[in-house]
Structures are given as C-alpha cells and as structure tokens.
C-alpha cells in the first residue's frame, strides 16, 4: 500500500493517471497533457543548463515535455515515499523517463543525498523548485523537511564548490605533474604487530609527544605533513608522512626530512615537496583522495590507492592511511581541531616563521592572535575552535561512525579500534603510463571528460565576470585544452 495514491484511472484524453487516496487527482481529469503544456510555457530559463526540482510526479506528462523543452537540464523529481514511486512507475510515461539519463526520482527523505550527488553548479543555474499544486495540497506535512533537505544539500555544495572555485587550476597543475613524476624501487615492510600513532599538529601535542618518545619501538607513528618539523625537533623520525596539501607553503614541512620515513602523497599535493624528497633519494608514495582527474588516472595504474580525506582534512586522511595499512589499535594525537593559548604545536614551519619575526611590537602571542581570530571564534569551556574546524572535527567523527571505528576520548588522545580488513596493497614503484594517460585525454572530447574536468571549470567560471556571456560549454573546452598542453 502506498502513502499517497489508491489507484490509477483514465483521464478523458487516453493519459493514465493517478488517484490519490482522497479522490482527488494531481493532473487534469479530462485532458492532462494540454495542462502540462500549459504550465511549461510559464517557465523560461536564460540558458540550456538548469536544474529542476519538482515536487510530484504524478502522470510524468509535465515531467516529460519539461525534459523535451529543457533536454541538457536536470530534473529532480520527487514523491513522498519509495512506495509511493514504485506505485508511480505502472506507469509507462513514468518507467520511459526513468531511463532518461537528466531525470532523477527521489524520495523526500532520500531528497538531500540526490541533491547532493546531481547538482554541479559549475554547470547548471540555481535550482529552481516547481510544484505540481495538487500534490503539494496533499502534502502538507512534509513540505518543510523538503525544503530543510534541499537547503541542507546546496550549504554542503555550496561548501565544496568554492574550495573547487579557488583550488581548481592548482589541483590541476599538482595532478598532471605529479603523475609525471617517476619513482626508484624499494622495499617497505609494516610491523603490524605494533600500535599506530596517527601524530597531528595541534598545540596539544606538546603535552603528549614525550608517551610516544618514549615509546616509539612500540607504535608504527604516521605524521600529518604539518607536525613533521615539530617531530624532527624533538628527535622523532615517523614512519610514514602524509601530505594532501595543494599549496606551495607545503613544501615548508619537509625541510631536513628524514631519509628513513615513508612519504604518502595525495595526487593534489604540491609536487615540489615531492620532487625535493624523491631528488634526497627519499621514498614517495602516491595515491587518490577522491579527485574525479586522479580517479580517472587510477584506470591507468595498479598502484594508485586510495585514501580517504573527509571534508578535507589531513587528519582524517593519516587515519585512513593506518587503517588502510592494517592497524587494528590507533592513538590519535594532537587532533584537536581547536586552540588553546596558539594554534599549533611548537616546532612547526609557522610556529618556526613567527618565532623569526617577533620583536616588542610583534609578539608571538599577537601573532597567533591574528590567524585565531580571522575568522569568528566559537568558545566552549575546553577550547576556542571555528566552523571550519568544527566541521572538520564532525567530518573526522562521521569517518569513524560510518567505518565502525570504536573510539574513546580522553587527555586529548582520541584511541581507536578498527575492525583491520585486509591491508590494502601499496605498491613501493609507479606502474603510471603518463603517454597513454596523455593521449587519452588528447583523444577525448571535452564532453567527454566533464567529471574529470569539473573543479578546473569551477575556478575558470570564478575568475570570469559575473555578466560573461560565455556558457558552460565553453569552460569546459578552455579546461581540456589545459589539460592536453602538457608533454610527456
């Protein structure tokens, strides 16, 4: 039994459509098809690019002139349960757009994932929500999750579309050059008999860096590239690095590092720091966070892992490093995602930068001062954090609820269980052929490769003006040709 409809019936032109339980109908009785043409001629876009959200789908008439007119849009269509659409689809104009590759059917519980997953708004406009009157009157009740759904959808995209915007053309950049990069051979072993210590660079891992110094034939320690030069100064060589910073300052981490530790680098890094190591005869590891280009390289290799980063954070990526690498135990410190009296622990390349630059008038305290508050500080009786920080926090929190990772807080060390599947391989050499990977792309249309392209199309539309003329087609053609100058 469905929450909506009782049956279907036939309207007085032929279409089938549906009954709701009341007796009512959401489209025309006598001729649904002119009702729908009727609505479409009060709907006019600037472009061929639009993203629409109807709320019901009824007898799919309106739905399918709609996707007619506007045939690169895309169409979200919603009912109010999966029931509710199973009934919908004995429907043939329903089963025939569900293979419409531009329209989409989503529950209204299910309404911020879809959102979540379909909307790219480097290429379509703002969504524009429609509703079919009839089957709004009918539910009343869920209106507001719908639109608490859909506003919930564009902040996270909103989000993740203006790190696209700034970061696009360098991750582009890294990505080419770094698959360009070729690596020695050697041989790496994990003692997996020992406990991992995924070490970050928050100011409270002053407090607890002398346990794992103390200590350090018992933990396999995978430091975050930010509390590298902090380990180096307290004699602490680690294990394994990791690094997905696509900024050039990263390369500041990895002065003086060490020889004897593993390098992990996502594809987006900046490859100075890796080329710097690789040049000291270091060992460099590369592997995808989740970019759609480095998923695309991945087709190409056997040895690209790939590694989990959260909302970005590179915390969360050490963690799914040690999980990935087969460690059941994890200590986790200097996690904090928040200040106390300075925003990192000592020893890192910024803690280092301003000690260089203090005098009277520019103290080491007012200059942590200026990074803390750049940004509206949220105060508990712990810490002071952001809501950036704060989202990072949740992110990692989330990455361990959806792992089924256990974990206990307490002294600023976050333990934690992993249920240790399989290691995953990591390969000590890249098998990458850059020619094929090249020519690939060379042969490609730009279509062809949108995914791939997108964050680079993101920042090409950022740095157009808000009235250019251009459409996204042409963004995207400018972002393939990028991609196709580079030379084996």
């Not at 279509?447 to 042409?474: C, H, T, W």
Request: net charge positive.
């Amino acid at each position: 039994m469905t929450e909506l409809y009782y049956s279907l019936m036939t309207a007085k032109n032929g279409s089938v459509i549906p009954v709701l339980k009341n007796g009512r109908t959401v489209d025309s009785k006598y001729n649904p098809q002119k009702e729908a043409e009727s609505i479409l001629q009060g709907i006019s876009c600037k472009t061929k690019y639009n993203y629409f959200i109807i709320l019901g789908i009824g007898s799919g008439l309106f739905i399918k002139e709609l996707s007619k007119k506007f045939g690169q849009s895309r169409i979200i269509a919603v009912e109010r349960s999966e029931k509710d659409l199973d009934f919908l689809l004995q429907i043939d104009t329903v089963k025939k757009l569900k293979d419409n590759a531009n329209v989409f059917f989503t529950s209204a519980d299910k309404l911020s994932e879809t959102v979540c997953s379909t909307y790219l708004p480097a290429k379509y406009e703002k969504p524009e929500i429609i509703e079919q009157r009839a089957w709004k009157n009918e539910n009343q009740d869920i209106i507001e999750l719908i639109s608490s759904n859909i506003n919930k959808a564009l902040r996270i995209i909103s989000a993740d579309y203006s790190v696209q915007a700034h970061f696009g053309k360098i991750w582009m950049h890294n990505i080419m050059t770094n698959l360009q990069l070729s690596e020695k051979k050697f041989e790496f072993q994990i003692d997996r008999s020992k406990k991992a210590a995924v070490l970050a660079a928050g100011p409270s891992l002053e407090k607890s860096i002398s346990k794992i110094i103390e200590n350090k034939n018992s933990y396999f320690v995978i430091a975050t590239d930010t509390a590298l030069q902090a380990l180096i100064k307290y004699k602490c060589h680690p294990d394994a690095v990791i690094s997905i910073d696509g900024q050039a300052v990263s390369r500041e981490h990895f002065q003086n590092c060490p020889n004897d530790s593993l390098y992990f680098f996502d594809l987006c890094a900046n490859p100075s720091a890796a080329k710097h190591i690789i040049k000291k005869g270091g060992k460099v590891i590369y592997f995808s966070s989740g970019h759609p280009l480095s998923s695309l390289a991945s087709d190409f290799t056997d040895s690209l892992p790939h590694i989990f980063s959260g909302a970005g954070t590179v915390t969360i990526a050490a963690v799914d490093l040690a999980v990935k690498l087969g460690f059941e135990k994890i200590s986790v410190l200097g996690a904090d995602f928040g200040f106390w009296e300075k925003a990192y622990t000592r020893g890192t390349y910024l803690h280092t930068l301003y000690s260089l630059s203090e005098n009277k008038l520019q103290s080491l305290e007012k200059q942590y001062d200026r990074l803390m508050y750049r940004t509206p500080l949220i105060i508990t009786d712990e810490k002071k954090t952001t809501e950036l920080l704060e989202a990072y926090r949740k992110s990692f929190l989330e990455y361990l609820s959806l792992n089924s990772i256990k974990y206990s807080y307490q002294d600023n060390e976050y333990s934690l269980t992993s249920n240790a599947p399989s290691p995953q391989t990591f390969h000590s050499s890249s098998t990458f052929n850059f020619s094929a990977f090249l020519n690939y792309c060379k042969r490609s249309k730009a279509e062809e490769l949108e995914i791939p392209l997108l964050p680079y199309v993101a920042y090409l539309k950022n740095r157009a003006a808000a009235d250019s003329k251009f459409e996204y087609l042409y963004f995207l053609k400018l972002a393939h040709t990028f991609i196709v100058r580079y030379n084996n």
